[in-house]
């Protein structure tokens, strides 16, 4: 079973869930999110991330999941 994202967890640490899977960076990217090279992402959550670039975080959750499982 895979690991899931959830609203808590750093977008590094999703990124590391599956490295070798580009499709991961993808949603971010579609969603208008396009700080995954950025120093915060460390330390950002999914839900700060969200908020700050107007997304809703389920919605995010959602299909951070669907290209991971």
Known sequence: MANKVTPDMTIYDVLCLAPENEKVAQ???????HCLG???SRG????EAAAAHG???NDL???????ID
Do not use: H, Q, R, S
């Open 61 to 67: 959750v959602e299909k951070l999941n669907a290209v």
């Open 38 to 40: 950025c120093p915060i």
């Open 55 to 57: 997304n809703d975080v």
């Open 44 to 47: 950002e959550t999914v839900a």
């Open 27 to 33: 949603v971010f990217f579609d969603m208008g999110m």
